[in-house]
């Protein structure tokens, strides 16, 4: 597919800040499955472009504003262009060790109820077993909008079996941790199946490496592997750490945010 990108993020400062600083992630991964036919990032109207390409092999942009600041809009937006690979993620830029994405973070660390949950879903073949954590993490946690905050641990969310697509991932992460499978956090974006526009925040999805095979995602809110609706935008260990933009803001303001993406078929426009 080639698919239409257009992600918009305005945040409010009252008062104004005396200075932000951006760090973005907002540059679609390149691999195979995935290539960028145009993409553009721009704050406040001006364009960044990136400056460094991490150990996960994500490029990064910086930005700072000149002065204080009442408002800052982040605006990205391209085409993508996407193949259905089964959600084999081959070919990125950089291949870091699996075994760093075994490390524990505040948001995946597994408890009792997590455990519980692996060790029911635990297969003879790896590859199997991640396909059955991630519809057992679905069936554990319903998908409620309001139930979760972005700080919502893995344990936590499973306690009130409720949450998004960013529990489904924290929890389906932690499990797979918890059989010995290193387990990553994704952010992209998803162009609804049935709809030629879709409006949503970023989508969240997990990658596991599966022995002698390497790198599979997983979508656990939907109960599929990512297809060619799927755009890879960056990973991490956890949300905190894959997030598309962070922020530090200089001064007592209150911070409002305001956002949209529209993903849809370039082909049909």
Partial sequence: MRLNVRHRSEYGYEPAAARVSLRLKLFPSVYDGQSVEGWTVTVNGD?????????????IALWQSDGAVSSVEVLAHGIIATEDKAGVVRDLPKKPPSSIFMRDTELTRADAAIQALAEAARKEDQLETTHA???????????????????????EAMAIGAGVCQDHSHVLISACKALGIPARYVTGYLKAADEEDELLETHAWVEAHIQHFGWVGLDPSNGVSPTDHYIRIACGLDADD???IKGHVVGGSQIT?????AVSDSQQQ
Avoid: F, H, K, Q
Wanted: zero cysteines.
């Fill in 47 to 59: 364009p960044v472009e990136p400056i460094y390409i991490t150990g996960y092999g994500d490029e």
């Fill in 133 to 155: 954590l991630s519809l057992a993490v679905r069936e554990a946690i319903d998908y409620r909008p309001e139930a979760t905050t972005t700080s919502t641990t893995a344990a």
């Fill in 257 to 261: 945010l305001s956002a949209d993406v």
């Fill in 242 to 244: 894959a997030t598309p």
